[in-house]
Antibody
């Protein structure tokens, strides 16, 4: 059974860096999936953040790419998210997920973590 | 502001049918597979439909998907109280080089 679980601080101060980790179990992160992050700010819809393939290919949301880094660690089967210079607008539930290729595959998020609430506040 | 537009809400009585539209363009829906997700508060989104009209194992055939041109549709028949949730379409956008979600639709069972 494939499981994804997010971890990290639930509270981050404005202007600091948000760092989250997602541990993938039951499936190799070396598989032909893109692994990445989606968030949902309070009262709004799902917002895609970015993805990375274990071969190094990355794609980021245009609105966030200047502040965001997604990385995968094949030795620990984890992916991570770093977002710098956060503001209150970055307060959201953050989900990690696995996306099949959109050019060669089904283009769907098959796997999801439970989500973690991150609040940006001083 | 998403490039995929959905109606904010739809509603129907138990046992009835609802359809949710997802309108896009040639840079997204027109050239890529569409997927649909159910999202309940404080839970992981759940994949309902992939490749426009296929259901993952465990998804009942009350749910159906279709695509025509630059639009896609999710249908739910035999509406149940447990179907009350937010629903999102999603696909790739080649102009943005990004995965995009629709604006989301809240389904209410009257």
């Amino acid at each position: 059974q494939v499981q994804l679980k997010e971890s990290g601080p639930g509270l981050v101060k404005p202007s600091e860096t948000l760092s989250l980790t997602c541990t993938v179990s039951g499936y190799s992160i070396r598989s032909d999936y893109f692994w990445g992050w989606v968030r949902q700010p309070p009262g709004t819809g799902l917002e895609w953040i970015g993805i990375m393939h274990h071969t190094g290919r990355t794609h980021y949301s245009v609105s966030l790419e200047s502040r965001v880094t997604v990385s995968v660690d094949t030795s620990t089967n984890q992916l991570s998210l770093k977002m710098n210079s956060v503001t209150a607008a970055d307060t959201a539930v953050y989900y990690c997920g696995g996306l099949t290729s959109c050019t060669r595959g089904t283009c769907a998020f098959d796997y999801w973590g439970q989500g973690i609430l991150v609040t940006v506040s001083s | 502001q998403s490039v995929l537009t959905q109606p904010p809400s739809v509603s129907a009585a138990p046992g009835q049918k609802v359809t949710i539209s997802c309108s896009g363009s040639s840079s997204n829906i027109g050239n890529y597979y569409v997927s649909w997700y159910q999202h309940l508060p404080e839970t992981a989104p759940k994949l309902l439909i992939y490749e426009n009209d296929k259901r993952p194992s465990g998804i009942p055939d009350r749910l159906s998907g279709s695509k025509s041109g630059t639009s896609a549709t999710l249908g739910i028949t035999g509406l149940q109280a447990g179907d009350e949730a937010d629903y999102y379409c999603g696909t790739w956008d080649s102009s943005l080089s990004a995965f995009v979600f629709g604006t989301g639709t809240k389904v209410t069972v009257l």
